[in-house]
């Protein structure tokens, strides 16, 4: 028994709104870097806290959230968690210090983190296997318009009100989304399965873990972590500084990179009937490592548009594929298998960022771009190899485990029904 995607369409505009809210703010330090290191006195590679700041924390608690969303509801969860980004907001335009601004940042991201990740887990529940990565693909369009609308209006705002404005214009979205849902979203808590055992979070992060493929797909999502997101953050301070753009234009010139995920949304379902998934997946990682090489080298700023572009598209042609797989690694506990997903994803970028951070002050954004760029590419060659699974999926088994809202049938075995085998 599922529920029709009809049925869904309300509560899925609610969680797309979310969604978009979180993303936003995760980006939204991004076309700041340079700003935060002049108002604060430090450098760009110590104001990068703020973003691997936010990373790191949203990376920790998905360990958190997930479990709790397979135990109370997904949807309950992402509108808690969606009110609760407010106070982080706030922290950050009132923040006196740098210091003060990175735990805000963390804070803002421990309360993102159970917000895209869940709500991909709730589609999982919905959404049989068969018509589930274009559903998602559609919810990416939702994210990356908030990355897009994150990175650019976080520029316009220091140019214009001030960066401090920005932050206050982010927490009165968070408090409008969180509304929102606290007065139409409506969701029973699971109820567990007629003679099941209590499981606690460390048994169902164990039977996620517990599947050879599902460790294959959480490497991978880090890897692509380090390398695509850190090369994205650092890309509005690489052009402020080699080509001397504003701030805000900077940040306009990242947009592109969304625009490409955008342009992606639209045409999976195109690219779905004529490529398989993990074809998509290669040659769009390649595509997105070969773009960020050729940015970083660009010899004038006027290159920098198109390679954003194809960065963004090949980038979310990877990042899909994984995404979709990784709603199907333990479908008996699918919230604690995406909020692994999403952890091994920020955890990823925690570490990339920290890395690009010590290597920017030491050589350029240009090395870094171009090095980070090369790492993904290397990532898109051997994604397949390690994706590959020895036969396709068992539709039938797939769809059997897409489950109901109010249902969690405990800790079952589904060895041989993960999405790949």
């Given amino acids: 028994m ?10 899925l505009q609610l969680l797309s709104l ?24 430090g450098t760009t590679g110590q104001a990068s806290a703020t973003v691997y700041g936010f990373a790191i924390a949203y990376g920790v608690m998905q360990l958190v959230y997930g479990p709790i969303g397979d135990r109370l509801g997904k949807g309950a969860v992402v509108a808690f968690c969606t009110a609760a980004c407010t106070v982080g907001a706030l922290a950050s335009a009132i923040a006196p210090s740098l210091g003060w601004l990175v735990v805000a940042r963390a804070l803002s991201g421990a309360t993102a983190a159970g917000i895209v990740p869940l709500t991909m887990a709730w589609i999982g529940d919905r959404v049989p296997w068969d018509q589930r990565q274009p559903v998602l693909a559609r919810l990416l369009g939702a994210t990356v318009t908030g990355m897009i609308a994150g990175q650019w209006l976080s520029g316009v705002f220091a140019d214009t009100l001030g960066w401090r404005a920005g932050f206050l214009a982010l927490a009165l979205l968070f408090v409008v989304a969180g509304v929102a849902m606290r007065l139409s979203f409506r969701e029973a808590p699971p109820r567990p399965a007629q003679g099941t055992v209590p499981v606690t979070s460390l048994q169902r992060m164990g039977e996620v873990l517990a599947s050879p493929q599902a460790r294959r797909i959480l490497f991978i999502t880090a890897l692509e972590g380090a390398f695509a997101t850190t090369a994205l953050a650092f890309a509005p ?31 999976a379902p195109w690219m779905l009937a004529h490529r398989r998934p993990l074809t998509l997946a290669r ?13 970083a080298l660009a010899p004038a700023v006027g290159w920098t548009l198109p390679l954003c572009l194809l960065a963004g598209l090949g980038f979310y042609m990877i990042h899909n ?23 091994a994803l920020f955890m990823g970028q925690s570490v990339g960022m920290s890395l690009a951070s010590w290597l920017v002050d030491r050589t350029s954004t240009t090395s870094v771009l171009a090095g980070y760029g090369l790492g993904l590419a290397a990532v898109a060659a051997g994604v397949g190899l390690a ?18 809202a109010g249902e969690n049938a405990g800790l079952r075995n589904t060895k041989g029904h993960d999405g790949f085998r």
């Fill in 2 to 11: 599922t529920d029709s995607t009809s049925d869904s369409q309300r509560p």
């Fill in 18 to 41: 979310a969604a978009f809210a979180s993303m936003a703010s995760m980006r939204w330090c991004d076309a700041l870097l340079p700003v935060l290191a002049g108002e604060f006195g």
């Fill in 237 to 267: 301070s690489h052009l402020h500084a080699r080509f001397g753009v504003a701030v805000s234009t900077a940040g306009a010139i990242g947009v592109l990179y969304g625009a490409g995920g955008l342009l992606y949304s639209r045409a």
């Fill in 283 to 295: 040659v769009g990682g390649l595509m997105a490592g070969g773009a960020w090489v050729l940015f």
């Fill in 321 to 343: 594929t994984l995404q979709t797989q990784a709603t199907q690694m333990a479908p008996t506990q699918r919230g604690t298998g995406v909020a692994l997903f999403a952890s």
């Fill in 387 to 404: 994706l590959a699974a020895p036969r396709g999926l068992d539709q039938a088994a797939a769809d059997a485990q897409v489950v109901p």
